[in-house]
């Protein structure tokens, strides 16, 4: 009896000492973390909500949608601290548009006063303008990478969570596995984000999954996630029921790879003919009007538009391309 009890508080012991350098290994992690610098995006966000946050409440109306695109997107930032930056960097952006517009048009083209400010209004009007769309439509942008990442790896991560559960493994630690895969998965964040619930505010797996079906982008993940709160409520096979999950979308997976195949083509074959072929054919036409001493288009002399077309119109259009195909292009 007395050996079984030494036994018992030396395996205590053991314990013990093992959470206490688990401590210490978690105290120096935090400490590190707190010296790393700070996102490049929280100083001007900070700034931006103490010099417009109590004012932002009467244009939160006007962005209404941006509050959902912002939880969709990933990004960790608040809508209101979100539409202060817009208000303030929309406005930063357009003063200095606006005073270089007036002395250009000044100073190098002539023009009368009242030309000049009404022409510098405009151009501040616009450029304040395209900034708030920029604003706005860059968390919607972010929301669709991470959709279309999300649907590419989708067959991958239904089974993985697939092997995982056929193998008894619990939901909780299931999402806990899938966050500290290295290197991650796109759906490693949404994980992360269910992890973070259970542990550290109290949720029970449904309400995670819930909330994490809400939050997500990817109607196909929202889909799985419900159909995984079903089955978990009624106490049904979850493994079978991922199994069957992994071989529809590896089904839907190949049909889309074919489809993206078929674009991607098509795309190239638009490549050749508009920004191979066209500017090709256009800067010949160009050079054989400033030969024949042409008047130029709309005005404006072959020379120029020569350079407009060089260093302007072809470096916008490939910009255009690049965005469309990495749009349509798989990651896997």
Same mark, same amino acid.
């Given at each position: 009896?007395?050996?079984?009890?030494?036994?018992?508080?030396?395996?205590?012991?053991?314990?013990?000492?093992?959470?206490?350098?688990?401590?210490?290994?978690?105290?120096?992690?935090?400490?590190?973390?707190?010296?790393?610098?700070?996102?490049?995006?929280?100083?001007?966000?900070?700034?931006?909500?103490?010099?417009?946050?109590?004012?932002?409440?009467?244009?939160?109306?006007?962005?209404?949608?941006?509050?959902?695109?912002?939880?969709?997107?990933?990004?960790?930032?608040?809508?209101?601290?979100?539409?202060?930056?817009?208000?303030?960097?929309?406005?930063?952006?357009?003063?200095?548009?606006?005073?270089?517009?007036?002395?250009?048009?000044?100073?190098?083209?002539?023009?009368?006063?009242?030309?000049?400010?009404?022409?510098?209004?405009?151009?501040?009007?616009?450029?304040?303008?395209?900034?708030?769309?920029?604003?706005?439509?860059?968390?919607?942008?972010?929301?669709?990478?991470?959709?279309?990442?999300?649907?590419?790896?989708?067959?991958?991560?239904?089974?993985?969570?697939?092997?995982?559960?056929? @193998? =008894?493994? !619990? $939901? +909780?630690?299931?999402?806990?596995? /899938?966050?500290?895969?290295?290197? *991650?998965?796109? &759906?490693?964040?949404?994980?992360?984000?269910?992890?973070?619930?259970?542990?550290?505010?109290?949720?029970?797996?449904?309400?995670?999954?819930?909330?994490?079906?809400?939050?997500?982008?990817?109607?196909?993940?929202?889909?799985?996630?419900?159909?995984?709160?079903?089955?978990?409520?009624?106490?049904?096979?979850?493994?079978?029921?991922?199994?069957?999950?992994?071989?529809?979308?590896?089904?839907?997976?190949?049909?889309?790879?074919?489809?993206?195949?078929?674009?991607?083509?098509?795309?190239?074959?638009?490549?050749?003919?508009?920004?191979?072929?066209?500017?090709?054919?256009?800067?010949?036409?160009?050079?054989?009007?400033?030969?024949?001493?042409?008047?130029?288009? @709309? =005005?404006? !002399? $072959? +020379?120029?538009?020569?350079?407009? /077309?060089?260093?302007?119109?072809? *470096?916008?259009? &490939?910009?255009?391309?690049?965005?469309?195909?990495?749009?349509?292009?798989?990651?896997?």
């Amino acid at each position: 009896m007395t050996e079984q009890l030494a036994r018992k508080l030396k395996a205590a012991v053991k314990r013990l000492e093992a959470k206490l350098r688990g401590f210490k290994f978690s105290k120096k992690k935090t400490q590190r973390i707190a010296k790393e610098p700070q996102m490049s995006l929280e100083t001007p966000l900070l700034f931006a909500y103490k010099l417009f946050g109590d004012k932002s409440a009467r244009f939160l109306p006007l962005f209404k949608d941006l509050d959902l695109s912002l939880q969709k997107s990933g990004l960790k930032v608040n809508f209101k601290a979100y539409v202060s930056l817009t208000v303030v960097v929309s406005f930063l952006i357009a003063l200095p548009v606006a005073v270089t517009t007036v002395l250009l048009m000044l100073l190098i083209f002539n023009m009368p006063l009242i030309s000049v400010l009404l022409f510098g209004t405009g151009t501040a009007m616009f450029t304040w303008a395209f900034s708030i769309v920029g604003f706005y439509l860059y968390p919607v942008y972010r929301a669709d990478k991470h959709k279309r990442e999300l649907e590419d790896e989708l067959p991958f991560t239904t089974g993985y969570m697939s092997i995982l559960a056929s @193998a =008894g493994v !619990s $939901p +909780e630690k299931m999402f806990q596995s /899938l966050s500290t895969l290295n290197p *991650p998965l796109a &759906a490693s964040n949404e994980a992360n984000e269910i992890v973070k619930h259970i542990n550290l505010f109290g949720l029970d797996i449904i309400s995670a999954l819930e909330k994490a079906s809400s939050r997500t982008p990817s109607q196909k993940l929202r889909d799985m996630i419900e159909g995984m709160i079903s089955t978990i409520h009624s106490g049904g096979n979850l493994g079978g029921y991922l199994r069957e999950k992994f071989k529809t979308h590896m089904k839907l997976k190949r049909v889309t790879l074919k489809k993206q195949a078929d674009s991607l083509s098509v795309l190239s074959e638009i490549y050749v003919a508009l920004l191979l072929t066209g500017p090709l054919l256009f800067i010949i036409m160009l050079s054989v009007m400033s030969v024949l001493g042409g008047g130029g288009l @709309a =005005g404006l !002399s $072959p +020379e120029l538009l020569l350079n407009l /077309l060089t260093y302007i119109g072809i *470096p916008i259009c &490939a910009l255009i391309f690049l965005i469309i195909l990495d749009s349509t292009s798989p990651k896997w």
